[in-house]
């Protein structure tokens, strides 16, 4: 038999139109097909100008003294330590993307937040002051306003059908470089990343370049459509960054824009996974869901019967995997939403409604407070646990001061963050709503009652 000489370029060459043609034969989308040509130009030409560059300002004080961290210098010289500092601009770089033709931008809470200034810069070189509109910590969201009328706009898609393994696009700011663009894949859904200020359940993760700056930028499928918002890295790896699900945002958006706030339903519950010991000593046929280990008293799960070792196997109908679905999927909610909690007791299913309530301690947005918290200078908050632990605080009332603008009134008094609002005018602060509601438009002079490191003063000042 006569043996015939291949080619070994052609070879292979057939072998990937060969490849191709099995692809498409399979029903893969033509956009995802790399053999039909470059669609990342296409969505770059498409999607950059929708988005927007963020530069911030803020005025902090910072101190010049070799000793400022020092106790000991702190406590000796007290008060006259500030001497040693000054005020100075901090600024930062961020990235967003216009939603609404009339100007409003979505980015990360933690590119905005604490910013005295915002500047947003379009790819047509036009730059706008931008003022705040809304903030959602708990997700890490936020929205701010440009004054403009017929902007280009980015298409919200669905994170939920987003499939692990398909190609993304990121565009931002990385380090400055204003809109780049880089390419990766969908590599995970449902990340948890719990490591200093973020604690989040949910995240997008992909190894489409992310850096410093992409913050708030958005993360595209290929038919341009957002499916994240990149938010966060993890320094010491390479391809792991992090994005929020555009479903999530969809759900507060429409809020942001409307209130300036979202209020967080809660359920009241600490929850813990599910281990084949429990299952077996509490008669619970299954592997996926999430046990109840304690029930707040007093909080919406405790008002609906819910109890300590319950079994959580699904909410609103969707089935709860693990124990981390349980957070994520309550934080979708609003406060007053009601859910259906199914959960298995003793072997036996059952159903509860609950009425969830706003997550108690809630900060105060600074869109929403009173004229007269904004000319003194502060922004204030209810008292948490975490704020009760950092600043010693001695009860559960009163108002925390959590931040003093360089300047205003509030500064030029002497307030600090973490001081305790106890009073106002005479009348007893319970909490940072209520800060507002005890004072009359009538008075002409605010006088504070304010607790400090142990010890109580008065501040006053005239309106």
């Not at 470089?177 to 989040?200: C, M, P, Q, Y």
């Not at 038919?223 to 999530?248: C, K, L, R, S």
Request: hydrophobic share 40%; glycine share 10%; no cysteine.
């Amino acid at each position: 038999m006569k043996t015939r000489n291949v080619n070994p370029l052609k070879a292979l060459s057939l072998l990937f139109v060969m490849a191709a043609s099995s692809l498409v034969l399979s029903g893969v989308a033509a956009a995802q097909d790399p053999f039909t040509g470059n669609p990342v130009a296409a969505i770059a030409e498409k999607a950059s100008p929708a988005v927007v560059n963020i530069d911030t300002e803020a005025m902090v004080r910072r101190s010049f003294s070799p000793f400022a961290e020092d106790p000991f210098f702190r406590r000796f010289f007290g008060e006259e330590f500030e001497n040693f500092s000054r005020i100075v601009p901090m600024r930062g770089k961020g990235s967003g993307f216009i939603v609404t033709d009339d100007g409003y931008i979505i980015t990360n809470n933690h590119v905005v937040q604490g910013a005295d200034k915002i500047s947003v810069s379009l790819s047509d070189g036009r730059t706008f002051e931008a003022k705040p509109v809304g903030r959602d910590p708990t997700f890490d969201l936020a929205v701010v306003k440009i004054e403009a009328k017929e902007l280009p706009t980015l298409e919200l898609g669905e994170s939920e059908k987003a499939a692990v393994g398909e190609w993304v696009v990121a565009i931002g700011n990385p380090y400055g470089f204003e809109h780049s663009v880089t390419v990766g894949v969908l590599s995970a859904k449902n990340r948890s990343v719990h490591a200093g200020d973020i604690n989040f359940d949910g995240f997008l993760q992909t190894d489409a370049a992310i850096n410093p700056g992409n913050s708030g930028g958005p993360l595209l499928n290929l038919e341009g459509q957002v499916i994240g918002i990149n938010t966060a890295i993890v320094p010491y790896a390479q391809g792991i960054g992090f994005a929020i699900p555009v479903d999530m945002a969809k759900d507060v958006l429409n809020d942001l824009i409307r209130f300036g706030k979202v209020n967080r339903g809660w359920l009241g519950v600490y929850i813990q996974p599910l281990t084949r010991e429990f299952a077996e000593t509490y008669r619970f046929e299954g592997e996926k869901g999430a046990v109840v280990a304690d029930v707040v008293p007093g909080s919406p799960a405790d008002r609906s019967g819910i109890m300590r070792g319950d079994v959580i196997v699904s909410i609103n109908g969707k089935k709860v995997e693990n124990h981390q679905d349980v957070s994520s999927l309550v934080r979708r909610q609003l406060a007053s939403d009601t859910i259906r909690v199914e959960i298995v007791r003793g072997g036996t299913k059952k159903n509860i409604d609950v009425k969830l309530d706003e997550i108690p301690g809630q900060i105060l947005q600074t869109e929403k407070v009173t004229k007269l918290i904004e000319k003194m200078g502060i922004e204030v908050s209810s008292i948490t646990k975490e704020l009760q632990q950092e600043f010693k605080l001695p009860g559960d009332e009163g108002a925390v001061v959590s931040k003093v603008v360089p300047g205003l009134p509030a500064d030029r008094l002497g307030l600090r963050r973490g001081d305790l609002i106890l009073e106002i005018n005479g009348v007893k602060v319970k909490g940072a709503q209520s800060l507002e509601e005890s004072f009359s438009s009538q008075d002409k002079a605010v006088v504070l009652l304010i607790w400090r490191e142990g010890r109580t003063f008065f501040v006053s000042m005239r309106i």
